[in-house]
């Protein structure tokens, strides 16, 4: 087993061990588009820390210092945020993810962080609050959905606000498409892939525009991460392109009954 830390964007070639497990799963189709954003960000609004087993990355933490996360709040200097982990199936439940986070943790507290944040889910296959919580994080604040937490370092507790989403309607078309960031994720990768080829199926009815994600991004409409039909944030987890024709075809039906 071997534990490092990202460095190279050479090195992205191996990330998201999480859409390259066996069976594939279909969001894999976004991998391409979120490994090249994640080499674009590397050391700036991303870091990474992989787990290895026979030269095959099989786990990872994804995390940015808060100073540069591109998270919807507003939080205190010297915090990681940490977006996201996994190990792969096969390996879980053998001490791989103890060991990667014991070696982020130590690693933080090696550079002074203060403590951790992450936002977890009630969705019990992905980042369920109850794995953070055994580790020692606890719950600040309850969300839709999920809950957010702190693991403290070298402070019992930080200072975090959520930001306020504006998400404008023009009303020019029947159905506007926002995608704001959503490559860091294969899943949100895949959900845009989809999105691009359902949107050129209805030339006219659907306008599609895409807004990359960063500071600018996230003053201007306060979400870093989102894809937002007429307005309303649709299209959360997986989805098959099938269901994203579904929810513009629903989109589109109800402009007609109004």
Excluded at 49 to 75: C, D, F, M, N
Excluded at 149 to 163: A, D, K
Aim: charged content about 25%.
């Amino acid at each position: 087993m071997r534990i490092f830390s990202l460095k190279d964007p050479q090195e992205t070639t191996g990330t998201y061990p999480c859409a390259t497990e066996s069976p594939r799963p279909f969001w894999a189709d976004g991998l391409e588009l979120s490994r090249n954003w994640f080499a674009e960000n590397l050391g700036t609004h991303v870091e990474g820390v992989h787990v290895e087993e026979e030269g095959q990355v099989i786990g990872h933490i994804y995390w940015a210092p808060s100073e540069r996360a591109l998270v919807p709040y507003r939080t205190e200097p010297g915090v990681a945020w940490l977006y996201c982990e996994w190990i792969q199936r096969p390996y879980q439940g053998r001490g791989y993810m103890r060991k990667l986070f014991s070696a982020f943790i130590e690693h933080l507290k090696g550079e002074g962080y203060k403590g951790v944040l992450v936002g977890t889910t009630d969705y019990e296959g992905y980042m369920h609050h109850s794995h953070f919580a055994k580790r020692g994080f606890r719950v600040i604040q309850e969300e839709d959905g999920g809950k957010l937490m702190y693991f403290p370092l070298s402070q019992p507790r930080v200072e975090v606000e959520p930001l306020s989403s504006h998400i404008p309607v023009e009303g020019r078309v029947p159905v506007e498409v926002l995608i704001i960031g959503s490559h860091f994720c294969p899943v949100g990768a895949a959900a845009v892939l989809y999105l691009r080829k359902v949107a050129a199926e209805f030339p006219g009815q659907v306008a599609l525009r895409e807004v990359p994600a960063g500071p600018e991004t996230l003053a201007h409409y306060g979400v870093a991460d989102g894809i937002f039909v007429n307005g309303e944030e649709k299209l959360f987890g997986p989805v098959t392109e099938d269901q994203v024709r579904a929810v513009i075809e629903k989109a589109l039906s109800s402009g007609i009954e109004d």
